[in-house]
């Protein structure tokens, strides 16, 4: 119970509507039935950065996109591959060049996976490289030029890693 209200504050903490988005948007899991909270997420995913586009577009365009690939759903039909037979994802091709290719007739969605797919996926390394900045940069070394800084965190990133 602690630990699951731990990992349920973390998730909170961590979760934002964009990553439902691209589970949502990757043809390989969309035959998969969603959860109603994917679905509240990409709801309010539209709301926040296409407030002009209205709702009921919206589940239009995912019954079609839900559709299309159904019908697609014979082995090898989409991109070449039979998802069911893939053992490696590593081995499938990114998911925006399927929005690329295939979205004509969902433009909401394409622009939306052209959007999500550009983010990285995660920040971790920048973080820590904020972290890094903090532990060098402190009231005794105030005055230190830009140069001389970031050579001192890279030394100490570097002597973590080794």
Wanted: neutral net charge; glycine residues 4%; charged residues 25%.
């Amino acid at each position: 119970t602690q630990l699951s209200n731990l990992i349920r504050k973390r998730w909170d903490f961590g979760h934002d509507s964009i990553y439902s988005m691209a589970y949502m948007l990757n043809p390989v899991f969309v035959k998969y039935q969603f959860e109603p909270a994917i679905l509240v997420d990409m709801k309010s995913f539209v709301k926040q950065h296409f407030p002009a586009v209205s709702l009921s577009t919206v589940a239009s365009e995912f019954e079609v996109y839900r559709k299309r690939l159904d019908s697609h759903n014979e082995p090898g039909a989409l991109f070449g591959y039979d998802f069911d037979e893939v053992n490696d994802l590593d081995e499938l091709p990114n998911p925006a060049t399927y929005w690329k290719y295939f979205g004509e007739g969902t433009p909401i969605f394409q622009k939306i996976a052209s959007m999500v797919y550009k983010v990285q996926p995660s920040s971790a390394a920048c973080e820590r490289n904020f972290a890094h900045f903090d532990y060098v940069y402190t009231k005794r070394r105030q005055r230190l030029g830009t140069v001389k800084e970031d050579k001192i965190v890279f030394v100490y990133s570097n002597a973590k890693m080794g």
